[in-house]
Every structure is written in C-alpha cells, then in structure tokens.
C-alpha cells in the first residue's frame, strides 16, 4: 500500500475531539437543510467517505451513497468544515491515513 492511500482497517481509529457523540452533534449542528430538496420534501441518508490523515486532518472527501444532488452536495460541504481530529488512526504504533464513513441523515420534521 502506498503511503498516501489510506487504510481500511487499523489498530485504532481516528478519534473526533469529544467522541463520536460530539462528531454526530457537530454535523447536526452544521448541516443546513437545502432549500430546493426541502421544497420537493427531499429526505434520505448520503454515505460520505473521507480520509483522516496521520496529522488528523480531513481529506479525499467522496459521496458513497448519494440520495439527491442538493443533499449530496450539502454533506459533502458540512465534512469539509470538521475541525481535524483530536487522535489519528493508528497501526503498527504510527500515526496513518484511514478511511472514514459517515452516514449523514436528512430528515424533515
């Protein structure tokens, strides 16, 4: 594996500063609602992937599994926004690149 593609499976995964409840709550926090899917009553969940490099920064950000080209875009946004993350991933006692899916949700109320 070159060592710009990040891995699939590490000793430990990346850790957001404040755990996964404070990575949830900072996309919720985040996430604006697009206004032309809001108008079609557009809901659905996109997969996004990104890499959390070795220094905890966030890159390589793709659509896994889109719903509507207004939501993809939106979570593609929101993910570019993170703050790097607190820890790396980590294998073999170094700090590496690790692929991270996130499922972001949007729903109408």
């Given amino acids: 594996t070159g060592s710009d593609t990040p891995f699939e499976v590490v000793d430990e995964m990346p850790v957001f500063k ?43 950000i793709s659509v896994l599994k889109g719903v509507d080209p207004d939501l993809d875009k939106e979570a593609l946004r929101v993910v570019g926004t993170m703050p790097t993350f607190e820890k790396p991933g980590i294998k073999d006692g ?11 949700n949007f729903a109408l109320k």
């Fill in 18 to 60: 404040g755990g996964d409840t404070a990575l949830i709550n900072y996309i919720r926090r985040n996430t604006k609602y697009p206004e032309p899917a809001k108008l079609k009553g557009i809901q659905g969940k996109v997969m996004v992937r990104f890499a959390v490099e070795a220094d905890g920064s966030i890159d390589k």
């Fill in 94 to 104: 170094k700090a590496v690149s690790v692929w991270y899916s996130l499922p972001i």
